[in-house]
């Protein structure tokens, strides 16, 4: 498994700026599991949320089942998921794709967000028929950078162009680092992943599955900032640069590039980060799979 969101710093970027996911994204699973398990009730059971971050996708599902395990291989992400833990029925544990803490048969659904495409998927498949009932569903499911339209912008074709170019550089940042795996599990929408996995059923979804959130600047940056691609070309950046000033530092900080865009770009340079208004369009890529072969 590729490690990337463990420090406190990011865990802390993460819990607040990333994106819960949205009713229309858990329905989708739920239609899926109804159609294929044998008891409606019956698959209301148990849930495990593997490498569940701060909880954006087992809160999502809390009030769907009786009982939901994350985990996570980082210390501080759970911590930051159990602080932020507002529900009885969900625990976070520390574990691992390759090494679920859970019991075999146990599971009726288990889910994946935005962290598959990280892990050794030939053990992870093993552990995940292994804990999973013998008609368990599996949700596996994504998003790349997000496409951002200015609210502030009256002209439709003005708005549009710059939809397009802000859009186009946070995806240009988005890339994770020295990653081959995840770039190309992420840029085909878990086309390869949706191959490899044997099921009795399975389904991939890469339209129509939108989550709609109102932003501003601040929350943008704060995004870019929760990413490992972010954290790694800093880190890179720095060791290569040691002896940088804090003005030669904001030159390739990504983050400071993309504010000065939107700031310039979208002419809103004298208006505060928190006002500078935008939609942020999430397009979730999923990947269902029942009784594994």
Request: charged share 30%; proline share 2%.
């Amino acid at each position: 498994m590729i490690r990337v969101y463990e420090n406190e710093d990011i865990t802390k970027l993460y819990v607040e700026f990333r994106p819960k996911f949205q009713e229309c994204v858990v329905e989708r699973v739920l239609k899926f599991c109804n159609e294929h398990q044998q008891s409606e009730n019956d698959n209301q059971d148990l849930m495990v949320d593997v490498a569940c971050g701060s909880g954006q996708a087992a809160s999502a599902f809390q009030k769907h089942f009786k009982r939901i395990v994350g985990i996570d291989v980082s210390t501080n992400q759970i911590k930051e998921a159990r602080l932020a833990n507002e529900y009885d029925n969900i625990k976070y544990e520390v574990g691992t794709a390759e090494n679920i803490p859970l019991g075999e048969n146990s599971v009726n659904l288990l889910v994946s967000a935005t962290a598959c495409h990280r892990f050794d998927l030939e053990k992870f498949f093993t552990e995940a028929k292994r804990v999973m009932k013998p008609d368990g569903c599996m949700a596996l499911f994504s998003y790349n950078a997000p496409r951002i339209i200015p609210k502030n912008v009256k002209d439709p074709a003005r708005r549009q162009e710059l939809s397009d170019k802000t859009t186009g550089i946070l995806v240009k940042y988005h890339d994770i680092v020295n990653d081959e795996q995840s770039n190309v599990h992420q840029n085909n929408k878990y086309q390869d992943i949706y191959k490899n996995i044997y099921a009795e059923n399975k389904q991939w979804i890469t339209e129509d599955l939108v989550m709609k959130r109102d932003w501003n600047l601040e929350q943008l940056i704060g995004f870019l900032r929760s990413l490992a691609a972010y954290q790694e070309y800093m880190k890179m950046m720095k060791e290569e640069h040691k002896d940088a000033s804090e003005e030669e530092v904001k030159k390739w900080d990504r983050a400071v590039l993309l504010r000065d865009f939107v700031k310039r770009e979208w002419e809103m340079e004298e208006v505060k980060d928190e006002d500078v208004m935008m939609e942020a369009h999430f397009h979730v890529y999923l990947v269902l799979a029942n009784k594994l072969k």
